[in-house]
C-alpha cells in the first residue's frame, strides 16, 4: 500500500496524544484551545481522505499497514497499525464523534479547560488507535488508554452523583476489561501463534481451531467482558447512570465510540477466532439481549424523567439489537451491526451534545419540568427532532439501514426474536417522540417561563451548530447512500476467510 | 428525455424543494411557498407527460445496499396501477399547494409548512413508484414522519403535540407488522420485487395479513383507526391532502400492490375489518360538531369502504383492484373538494369549526356553497356524479357476492347521505347563528380556482372517458352491473341516498344545539359512547398498563439492579476504593500525572526501556 497512507494513519493516532502531551507541559491557556482545534481536525480530514482512498475490494484485508517495533517482538507484540472494511468506518466514527465532541468542548466553557481538553484528546487518540490496531495487544491498550481519562472526566467534571457513578462506572468497566483480558491472552495462549497479531492469529486458528470446549470457555469470557464494556443486560446499570452524571464530551465519545470497542472485538476477534464458541453462545446472547436489552430497557427507557438517563437507558436499548445481530452468526447480522454501531454512534452522541444543549437553557434535565422550548429555540428543536428520528430508525438516517439489516438476518435465525426486536421499533417511537414533545412542544412550562423570563434563552449558536451539523450530515449521508461504507463491510465480512467462517456461514 | 429520468425527477424535485428550504429559506416564508407550490406545478406537468406518453413498464433498478445475499434496491415498476396514483397524488397534491397559498398566507411558520408539504410529496411519490416491499417501507416511513410534521404544525397547542404524536405511534404500531410482513416476504420468497412476487411466491396466510397491518395503520382501519380523528389538528390543507385524499389511500394502494400474494382467507379478514370500520365511522360522524371532525369520521368510513371493496372483489372475482381504485380516485376528488371547501368555511368564519355556530353561508360565499354543494352530492352518491358510479361499482359487487356485506355497506351508505347532508344545511343554510359566520367572507383566488377545479372532477371523474384515459387497464378491473342487477343496484343507490338526505334533512333545525341530542338523549348518548369507547380504552392502556408496567420494571432495576446486587459488590470494591485513595490524594492534578506516569511506565516497558 501507499506509504503515505500508512503514515496518515499514524499521524492521526498521534495528533491528538501528542497535542495532550504539550498540553500537558504547561502550554498557555490560548495556545491550547487552538492547539487543541488542530489535533480534533486533523485525524477528522485524515479519516476522510482514507476513507476516499479506500479500495472496496480490500475486504478484510488490512490496508494502510505500518509496523512499529515496540521492543516486545518476542512476546508478539507489536505497533501494527491497518485499515479493514469493518474498521474503516469505525476509525471514521471516532475521527468524526471526536471532532463533533472537540469543537463542542472547546466551546463548553468547562472549568479547568485545559486539563479537560487533555483528557478528552487523550481519549481521543486512544479511540483512533482501538480500531486501527491490527495487533490484539495494542487494540486492547489503546481501550484502556481511552477508558481511563473517561473515569476521571465523569469524577471532576460529572453531575449529580458523580462520584458513585464513577466509581461504579469504573467497578464495572475494570471487570469488563479484566475478563476479555483474561479471554484475549487465553487466545494467545493456545492458539500457538505466538503473536498478538490478528492476521496471524486467525490464520493459525484457521488451520487448526481450538478444542470446541477450550472455545467455549474462551468464548464465554469475551462475550460478558466485552458485553458489560457494551451495556448487555443485566449488567448495564452503569451505563445509564455514568452517562447521566458525565460531562457532555466525555459521554459523547464514551457512548458514541468507546462502547463499541466491546462489539468491534466480538465481529473482529471472537466470531472468526472462535465460530464453534460462538454458536454455542449465540442462542443465550439473543435471549439476553432481546428480552433484556430490547424489551425490559425498552420499557424502563419509557418511565424515565431525567433526558441524560433516558438517552443512556435508549442507547442500552439499541445495543441489544447490535447484540442480536452478533448472535445471528452471519454476514447479514454482522454487517448491519458494523453500520448500526457507526449509527448509533452518531446519533447517540447528537442526543447527549442536544441535551446539554437543552440544559444550558433550561437548568433542568427533568422532562417533567420542561414544555414549549420550540418556541423561542426552533434551531434547537428541529435538531433534537432530527436526532430523535434518526435514533428511533427512520429511514434517510444511518440508523434504519442498521436496524432493517438486523430484522432481516434475525429472521432467518429465529422469526419470533425478530417480532420483539421489531416491537422495539414501537417502545423507542413511544420514549422518543414524547420526550421530543415534552420539551419542546405544547405550551411553555411553568419553570421554562420562570428560567427564560429571568435568562432569555439565544438559540443554538455556530459554537454549538458546527457540531450538531457535522453530526447530522454524517447520519444523513448514510442513510441516503449507506453504499458508501457498507461495500467495504460487506467484502470484509463475506469474504471465505472473513470472521463468518465455513462451519457457521449463512445459507440464503 | 427517457421515462426513467422524467421518472426520477418526478421524485427527487420535491425533495430538492424541501432541501432548499430547510437549508435557506426559513425566514423567507412567500419564497418558500412558492419554490414548493412551483415545484408541485413542474412535477403535475412530467407525472402528465409520463402518463399520457404511454410508458410503461420500463426498467429502473440500483442497488442500495447489500450485505451478503441481502440486497435492497430502489426501482420503479410504472404500470397503469401507479400511472392512475401517480395522477392522484401529483395533480390533487399540485391544487392543494395552490389553495395552500391562500390559506395559510398570514401563518408565521410558513417556510416549515411548505417545507412539510415538498417532503411529503417526495415520500408519497416514492410509495408511488416503488418497485419493491422495502422501498415502500422506506418512503412509507417518511410519510408518516412528514405527517407528523404537519399535524404538529401548531405544535405551540398541546393538542397538536399530542395528536402528531399519536398519529406516528399508531402508525408505527401496523409497521411492527408491515415490516415483519416483508420480512418473511423476503425469507419466503426470496425476493420483495413486486414484478416478481407477482410471478410466483409461495402460498402463505400469515404474509398477507401482516402486510395488512401496514394498511390497517396508514389507512386508519380497525382497530388502529383513532390517530384520524385527531389528525384534524394540522393545518386544514394537511388534511385534505394527507388525511383525506391520499396518504390515508395510501393503504388501498399497497393492497393493490400485493394482490397477487393475497389469499381467501386473508381476504375474508381484510374485507371485514373494511365493513366495520366503514360503519362504524359512519356512525361517529353523526354526532360531530366540528366540520373538519365530520369529514374525518366520513373519511374513515369511506376508505373502510374501499378496504371492504378489494377484500370482496378479490376473494371471487378479480374485480377487488379496480372496485379500490375506483373508489380511491373519485373520493381524492371530492373529499379533496369538501375538506378545501370546509377550509375555505373555516377562514371565512375566523377560525369558526363548529357547525352549531355557522349557518346562512350560502348567501356570503357563494362559490364555495356551489362547490361543496358538488362535493357533497358526489360523496352521497347523486347520479351522474364521480361517487355515485365508485360507489355503485362496490354496492354491486357486495350484492353479488356477500349479502351481509351488502346490507352493511347499504346501510352506511344511508349514514354518509344522512350526516352529510345535516352538516351541508347546518353550514350553509338557515341563518347565521354567530357573529364569525355572520361576518364570513369568500375566500380569494387561489383557494377557489382549486375548489372549481376539483368539483369539475368530482362531477366528471367517473366517466369511463375521464377515468378510463387516466387508469387504463385498472378501469377494466371496475365490476359493471348489466341489464337486471343495472337496475336494482340503480334503485337501491336512490333509495338509500333519498333516505338517508331526506331524514336529515327535516329532522335537522337550524339551530346552535344538535337536534338529536334534544329529541332522543339515548340515540345521542349511545354513539357519544361509540365514538368515544375507543380513545377510553387506549388512554386505559397507555396511562394504566403500558406506564404502570413501565414504572414496576423501573423500580426493580432500581431496587434489584442498582441497588442490592451492585451494593454488594459496591462494598467489596468500597474497600479497594480506602486503598486507593491513600494514592489519590484528592488533588487532581495528582490523578492526572499518576494516570501518566502509568501510561510512560507501560509504553516504556513494552518498548524494553526497562
Keep these: 500500500m501507499n506509504p503515505s497512507n500508512a503514515q496518515l494513519l499514524q499521524l492521526a493516532i498521534a495528533t491528538p496524544l501528542v497535542a495532550a502531551l504539550i498540553i500537558a507541559l504547561g502550554l498557555p491557556k490560548r495556545f491550547s484551545t487552538k492547539l487543541a482545534a488542530v489535533a480534533f481536525v486533523v485525524p477528522a480530514l485524515i479519516g476522510l481522505w482514507l476513507w476516499k482512498e479506500f479500495p472496496a475490494a480490500a475486504g478484510s484485508r488490512y490496508v494502510f499497514q505500518s509496523n512499529v517495533n515496540t521492543g516486545l517482538e518476542i512476546f508478539g507484540i507489536s505497533l501494527k497499525l491497518g485499515l479493514n472494511g469493518v474498521s474503516l468506518p469505525m476509525f471514521l466514527l471516532a475521527a468524526i464523534v471526536g471532532l463533533a465532541a472537540g469543537l463542542y468542548a472547546l466551546r463548553s466553557g468547562a472549568e479547568r479547560l485545559k486539563l479537560y481538553l487533555m483528557l478528552l484528546l487523550v481519549m481521543h487518540g486512544g479511540l483512533l488507535g482501538v480500531f486501527a490496531s491490527v495487533n490484539v495487544f495494542f487494540f486492547y491498550f489503546f481501550h484502556e488508554l481511552a477508558l481511563i481519562p473517561t473515569f476521571i472526566m465523569v469524577g471532576i467534571w460529572g453531575g449529580r452523583d458523580r462520584n458513585y457513578a464513577a466509581m461504579k462506572m469504573t467497578i464495572y468497566l475494570t471487570i469488563g476489561a479484566m475478563l ?93 477466532l472462535l465460530p464453534a464458541g460462538a454458536a454455542w453462545w449465540a442462542w443465550k446472547l ?44 452471519s454476514t447479514v447480522g454482522a454487517g448491519g451491526v458494523v453500520l448500526l454501531m457507526v449509527a448509533h454512534g452518531l446519533s447517540v452522541a447528537l442526543l447527549f451534545l442536544l441535551a ?20 423561542k429555540t426552533p434551531v434547537l428543536a428541529a435538531f433534537f427532532v432530527a436526532a430523535t428520528m434518526a435514533s428511533i430508525g427512520l429511514p434517510g438516517f444511518a440508523n434504519f439501514w442498521g436496524e432493517l439489516t438486523v430484522f432481516v438476518s434475525l429472521w432467518h435465525y429465529s422469526p419470533k426474536l425478530t417480532a420483539v426486536a421489531v416491537a422495539g421499533v414501537v417502545i423507542s417511537a413511544i420514549y422518543g417522540l414524547r420526550a421530543a414533545a415534552r420539551v419542546f412542544f405544547g405550551p411553555p412550562s411553568e419553570h421554562w417561563q420562570k428560567v427564560s423570563a429571568a435568562h432569555p434563552p439565544a438559540d443554538m449558536g455556530w459554537g454549538e451548530r458546527i457540531p450538531a451539523i457535522i453530526l447530522l450530515a454524517a447520519l444523513l449521508i448514510l442513510g441516503f447512500y449507506p453504499r458508501t461504507v457498507t461495500d467495504g463491510i460487506d467484502h470484509a465480512l463475506s469474504r471465505p476467510a472473513g470472521p463468518v467462517t465455513a462451519n457457521v456461514s449463512f445459507h440464503h | 428525455m427517457l421515462p426513467v429520468q422524467i421518472a426520477t425527477l418526478i421524485l427527487l424535485l420535491p425533495l430538492a424543494s424541501a432541501v432548499m428550504i430547510a437549508l435557506s429559506l426559513r425566514q423567507q416564508g412567500a419564497l418558500a411557498s412558492w419554490v414548493s407550490t412551483a415545484t408541485a406545478a413542474v412535477v403535475t406537468i412530467l407525472s402528465l407527460t409520463l402518463i399520457f406518453s404511454g410508458a410503461r413498464d420500463f426498467p429502473a433498478s440500483w442497488e442500495w445496499l447489500r450485505f451478503g445475499t441481502f440486497t435492497v434496491s430502489l426501482g420503479f415498476k410504472f404500470d397503469d396501477l401507479a400511472a392512475l396514483m401517480l395522477f ?92 415483519l410482513g416483508i420480512v418473511m416476504c423476503y425469507w419466503s420468497n426470496g425476493t420483495v420485487n413486486l414484478t416478481e412476487l407477482a410471478d410466483h411466491h409461495v402460498f402463505s396466510t400469515a404474509i398477507p395479513l401482516l402486510l395488512f397491518c401496514g394498511a390497517m395503520g396508514k389507512s386508519a382501519q380497525m382497530p388502529l383507526q383513532v390517530w384520524l380523528p385527531d389528525a384534524m389538528e394540522g393545518p386544514t390543507p394537511v388534511s385534505a391532502l394527507i388525511h383525506a385524499a391520499t396518504m390515508v389511500a395510501a393503504g388501498i394502494f399497497m393492497l393493490c400492490r400485493i394482490e397477487s400474494l393475497m389469499v381467501p382467507q386473508a381476504l375474508t379478514v381484510i374485507m371485514w375489518i373494511g365493513t366495520i370500520t366503514a360503519v362504524y365511522a359512519a356512525l361517529c360522524a353523526i354526532v360531530q360538531r366540528d366540520i373538519k371532525k365530520v ?168 366517466y369511463s372517458g375521464v377515468f378510463g384515459k387516466l387508469a387504463g387497464s385498472v378501469a377494466e378491473l371496475v365490476p359493471e352491473a348489466h341489464g337486471p342487477a343495472h337496475v336494482t343496484i340503480l334503485l337501491v ?54 406506564q404502570r408496567f413501565a414504572m414496576l420494571l423501573n423500580f426493580l432495576e432500581q431496587i434489584f439492579l442498582a441497588g442490592l446486587i451492585v451494593r454488594g459488590l459496591g462494598g467489596f470494591v468500597g474497600l479497594v476504593g480506602y486503598g486507593a485513595r491513600a494514592l489519590f490524594t484528592g488533588s487532581l492534578h495528582t490523578y492526572v500525572y499518576w494516570f501518566l506516569l502509568g501510561t510512560v511506565l507501560l509504553w516504556a516497558f513494552a518498548t524494553g526501556f526497562l
Design chain 1, 356 to 375: 446539554t444543549s437543552i440544559h444550558h437553557r433550561t437548568h433542568t434535565f427533568d422532562l417533567s419540568e420542561m414544555g414549549g422550548l420550540a418556541q
Design chain 2, 88 to 179: 392522484v397524488v401529483s395533480f390533487v397534491g399540485f391544487l392543494i399547494h395552490v389553495f395552500s397559498l391562500g390559506y395559510m398566507h398570514d401563518d408565521a411558520a410558513r417556510a416549515r409548512f411548505f417545507g412539510g408539504l415538498s417532503i411529503f410529496m417526495f415520500s408519497m411519490l416514492g410509495i408511488v413508484l416503488a418497485d419493491n416491499l422495502f422501498m415502500i417501507f422506506i418512503f412509507w416511513e417518511l410519510v408518516g414522519f412528514s405527517s407528523w410534521l404537519l399535524i404538529n404544525h401548531y405544535h405551540e397547542k398541546q393538542s397538536a403535540a399530542d395528536a402528531s404524536k399519536k398519529a406516528f405511534i399508531v402508525n408505527r404500531v401496523g409497521d411492527f407488522g408491515f415490516l
Design chain 2, 493 to 546: 343507490s336512490l333509495a338509500v341516498m333519498f333516505v338517508g338526505a331526506g331524514s336529515a334533512f327535516f329532522f335537522y333545525k337550524s339551530a346552535a344545539t344538535d337536534s338529536l341530542e334534544e329529541k332522543s338523549r339515548a340515540a345521542f348518548g349511545a354513539l357519544t359512547w361509540l365514538k368515544e369507547s375507543f380513545d377510553r380504552l387506549y388512554d386505559y392502556y397507555v396511562a394504566k398498563v403500558q
Design chain 2, 295 to 462: 369529514l374525518a369520521y366520513s373519511t374513515l368510513s369511506q376508505l373502510g369502504y374501499m378496504v371492504a371493496a378489494f377484500g370482496l372483489g378479490s376473494i371471487t372475482n378479480g374485480h377487488g383492484v379496480g372496485a379500490a381504485m375506483f373508489h380511491l380516485t373519485t373520493h381524492a376528488f371530492f373529499k379533496a373538494l369538501l375538506f378545501l371547501g370546509s377550509g375555505s368555511v373555516i377562514l371565512g368564519c375566523h377560525h369558526e369549526q363548529d357547525i352549531f355556530k355557522m349557518g346562512g353561508l350560502a348567501k356570503k360565499m357563494p362559490l364555495t356553497f356551489v362547490t361543496f354543494t358538488l362535493g357533497v352530492l358526489a360523496i352521497i352518491g347523486m347520479p351522474g356524479l364521480a361517487g355515485f358510479f365508485s360507489k355503485d361499482a362496490i354496492l354491486y359487487l357486495a350484492m353479488e357476492e356477500n349479502t351481509a356485506v351488502f346490507a352493511v355497506l347499504a346501510f352506511t351508505a344511508v349514514l354518509t347521505s344522512f350526516y352529510m347532508v345535516r352538516m351541508w344545511k347546518l353550514v350553509f343554510l338557515g341563518a347565521s347563528r354567530s357573529d364569525s359566520a355572520g361576518h364570513a367572507h369568500e375566500s380569494g383566488l387561489s383557494m377557489t380556482v382549486p375548489l372549481v377545479i376539483l368539483a369539475a372532477l368530482s362531477v366528471a371523474g367517473g
Design chain 1, 180 to 272: 476479555s483480558l483474561i479471554g484475549l491472552i487465553a487466545i494467545y495462549v493456545k492458539s500457538g501463534a505466538g503473536s498478538f497479531d490478528l492476521v496471524s492469529l486467525r490464520e493459525a486458528l484457521a488451520a487448526d481451531p481450538l478444542r470446541v470446549s477450550l472455545q467455549k470457555n474462551i468464548f464465554g469470557l469475551l462475550m460478558f467482558g466485552f458485553g458489560i464494556l457494551v451495556s448487555l443486560w443485566p449488567f448495564h446499570t452503569w451505563a445509564p447512570l455514568g452517562y447521566g452524571a458525565a460531562p457532555s464530551s466525555a459521554a459523547m465519545l464514551h457512548a458514541g465510540v468507546l462502547k463499541k470497542f466491546g462489539l468491534y472485538g466480538l465481529i473482529q476477534i471472537a466470531l472468526p
Design chain 1, 286 to 329: 439473543a435471549l439476553l439481549a432481546g428480552i433484556g436489552n430490547v424489551l425490559v430497557i425498552g420499557f424502563i427507557t419509557m418511565a424515565q424523567r431525567d433526558l441524560k438517563q433516558m438517552i443512556g437507558y435508549s442507547s442500552v436499548m439499541h445495543m441489544g439489537y447490535c447484540f442480536l445481530g452478533i448472535a445471528c452468526l
